[in-house]
């Protein structure tokens, strides 16, 4: 499908092609989903909430759940005041949620429509809560969405209500699946450490099959759980892009110190994570952890020869490809091409400031490997780079796979969305038990081309 894309690169003063992106409102609503009894609602079009929701839904192979204001022309000219409040009688009255959570998308933002105004002159029942934030789809991407609908929940919900802050932490996981969440909370708890994560769509886009619909599961931070976070002692954000601004806000507004860390991808963050978490709270890592790190470097000992040289291309999120870039360098592999969709800034006015060009550069110098690099790229860009210079392996998510099948490359599929294969939504990345996950995922496919590629002599059992 792409054997016609060029290997001369010219530069181009505008336009994307193939964009390693999304937009905001679908971050802002798999954020909202986090909150436990939350309805999102998408400020604009029915077409803009239909397209988020199928696209989280074939990602997550579950439901999502949203409602629209249904913008027609009227709207469009007049502003949809009218309609949002409509659309709050309504949703209460028919959904009966505890929450709901509105996002603003390119045409309401494009009218100026004022969301704070309108929510405070609308009927909403009592001990029922909306919120908002405001995610225009032509600036920032996914990641940004999710990080500015997360600082809505703390300007909205988060009191310092005590005098002393509670002996807890607030984790703020950012744009990671549910099985992720499930795995920190599992490694927070071991270390023996109270804990509030928000959001959390643990228990809602991985909910059972039970027989029996239930529009809101048991999952999701409660409401209660998001007031009582400006009473923690720290804030955990896993990810600047993602978990940074809430963190800062939440700081800002109830004296809750920030701890901003990588996505806890691989042995070296996991381990910043761990003792982020110990040093806060003065707690021992427990054996279970320990044995779990053990394990993951006998792994790395075991297959270092699976990986070492091997050229790697990674793309994606800046908060995954970050946090994967470390990981792979310390299997002794060479990324020497990495991009991100998501602009260096997080794209919209008051994020907080992002340096993944920087980050990534300063990790492939310190390994003395040479490397492409660009946040706000595109997979047109990519792949003119790995035509130039070829690659062993190419992880990204699925829009990879057109690169891949170009290209004759191995692919590992790792981020959002991942919409041709299942299950990975349940199991996590992060975490020791995340890299040994991955560490199979990646020899698998090396190991998968290595036997095709081999001749009848060298086709080996043992490898």
């Known amino acids: 499908m792409l054997d016609c894309t060029p290997k001369e690169i010219k530069n181009r003063t505008g336009g994307v092609i193939n964009p390693a992106k999304t937009c905001q409102p679908i971050g802002a609503m798999y954020a909202a989903l986090g909150i436990h009894k939350c309805l999102p609602h998408s400020h604009g079009s029915q077409g803009c909430c239909s397209y988020h929701r199928m696209h989280l839904s074939r990602h997550f192979r579950d439901p999502i759940m949203a409602s629209t204001s249904s913008f027609t022309e009227g709207a469009s000219v007049f502003g949809g005041g009218a309609n949002l409040k409509a659309a709050i009688k309504n949703v209460f009255s028919i959904y009966n949620p505890d929450v709901m959570a509105v996002h603003t998308t390119c045409l309401s933002e494009t009218i100026g429509d004022d969301l704070p105004t309108f929510i405070k002159t609308s009927e909403v029942p009592d001990g029922k809560v909306v919120i908002h934030a405001n995610t225009p789809s032509y600036q920032g991407s996914h990641i940004t969405g999710f990080s500015n609908m997360t600082k809505g929940m703390v300007n909205y919900l988060s009191k310092a209500t005590l005098e002393t802050k509670k002996e807890q932490a607030n984790i703020i996981p950012g744009f990671v699946n549910p099985g992720d969440m499930r795995e920190i909370k599992r490694m927070v708890k071991a270390m023996d450490i109270e804990s509030i994560m928000f959001p959390d769509t643990s228990g809602v886009v991985d909910t059972p099959m039970t ?12 409401v209660s759980e998001l007031i009582d976070t400006g009473n923690s002692k720290v804030t955990i954000a896993l990810g600047g892009y993602a978990s940074g601004d809430a963190a800062n806000q939440l700081e800002r507004k109830c004296q809750v110190p920030p701890v901003i860390i990588k996505t806890p991808i691989g042995i070296k963050a996991t381990d910043e994570f ?28 075991d297959t270092h020869f699976h990986f070492h040289g091997k050229k790697v291309a990674i793309f994606g999120d800046p908060d995954i490809v970050i946090a994967m870039t470390e990981f ?3 299997l002794g592999m060479k990324p ?3 991009l991100t969709g998501t602009p260096a800034t997080g794209g919209a006015i008051g994020t907080m400031l992002g340096n993944f060009e920087e980050e990534i550069k300063t990790m492939l110098g310190e390994a003395g ?27 990204g998510n699925t829009y990879g796979k057109y690169i891949a099948r170009a290209e004759d490359v191995p692919f590992v599929r790792l981020g959002f969305p991942i919409l041709d294969r299942s299950v990975h939504s349940y199991l996590p990345v992060v975490g020791y038990k995340g890299a040994m996950r991955l560490l199979e995922m990646i020899s698998n496919a090396l190991l998968d081309r290595a036997d095709r590629n081999a001749k009848d002599q060298d086709f080996e059992l043992v490898m």
């Open 274 to 301: 761990l003792m982020a978490l110990m040093n806060k709270f003065t707690v021992d890592i427990p054996y279970e952890l320990e044995e779990e790190r053990g394990q993951l470097v006998d792994i790395m000992t």
């Open 328 to 330: 792979v360098l310390s």
């Open 336 to 338: 020497i091409h990495v």
């Open 211 to 222: 027989g029996k619909y239930e529009m809101f599961p048991k999952g999701g931070t409660t």
């Open 369 to 395: 490997i040479e490397g492409k690099v660009k946040a706000a790229g595109d997979l047109f860009e990519l792949h003119q780079w790995i035509k130039n210079e070829p690659v062993d392996l190419l992880i």
